[in-house]
């Protein structure tokens, strides 16, 4: 079966400190892979989107990058943190079919100080 | 551009009350319509979709939901809610030509009370 882990599960960084989030995939191969950002009363926000390895499609301009290393690794990142990208971050992975449903992970609480 | 609309924001029922939430989407083309729960301290999962066919869907836990293409909406309907349904739900849709990206809606947090 296929699991997704992200993590950590919580952090707190200073503003202007970097950024790298990490997100797994198994059990499975070529999964579309995602970052969502998750604000109370606004919904999952995309953020990337990633149909395979160094493929990158950013969805919103902001302080955040994307990268793939490998077919099942999906990483978030930023150079300088700002408040503003204080929330919780889901990483979720789909097959490559047109329509096919969303797996989320845990997601990660970011708590910029 | 394409959107998702859930116009109830928070929900509040007795236990075995009748539910409805409704779901809007703005595109004329065709859609794959979901939608997705997520319980206190759990991750999002799936609960029912939508392609193609009977537009009345069936999902986990007693939940359904019907697609009305005319009014371009994708409500979520429980006869008879629990406490346990207690929970955050979102509708989203993947606009076809888009590629898999699923646009989610606002979410409407629902309490059941006892």
């Known amino acids: 079966s296929q699991t997704i882990h992200q993590w950590p599960a919580t952090l707190v960084q200073p503003v202007g400190s970097p950024l790298s989030l990490e997100c797994t995939v198994e059990g499975t191969s070529n999964p579309n892979l995602y970052w969502y950002r998750q604000a109370a009363g606004r919904g999952l926000q995309l953020l990337f989107y990633?149909?395979?390895?160094?493929?990158i499609s950013s969805e919103v301009p902001q302080n955040l990058s994307a990268s793939r290393p490998q077919d099942r690794q999906f990483i978030l990142s930023s150079k300088k943190l700002l408040l503003s990208d204080s929330g919780f971050y889901l990483c979720a992975w789909s097959r490559g079919q047109g329509g096919s449903p969303l797996h989320f992970g845990n997601g990660t609480r970011l708590t910029v100080t | 551009a394409q959107s998702v609309s859930q116009h109830n924001h928070h929900v509040i029922l007795s236990e075995a009350a009748s539910l409805e939430l409704g779901c809007n989407y703005s595109?004329?083309?065709?859609?794959?319509l979901f939608w997705y729960v997520q319980y206190p301290g759990q991750h999002l999962q799936l609960l029912l979709k939508?392609?193609?066919?009977?537009?009345l869907v069936k999902g986990i836990k007693g939940f359904e939901a019907e697609f009305i293409k005319s009014k371009f909406s994708f409500n979520l309907r429980k006869p008879s809610v629990q406490w346990s349904d207690t929970a955050e739900y979102f509708c989203a849709v993947i606009f076809t030509g888009g590629g898999n990206k699923l646009t989610f809606g606002t979410g409407t947090q629902l309490k059941v009370e006892l």
């Open positions: 939508y392609f193609s066919g009977d537009p």
């Open positions: 990633s149909v395979g390895i160094g493929q």
């Open positions: 595109y004329g083309g065709t859609v794959n």
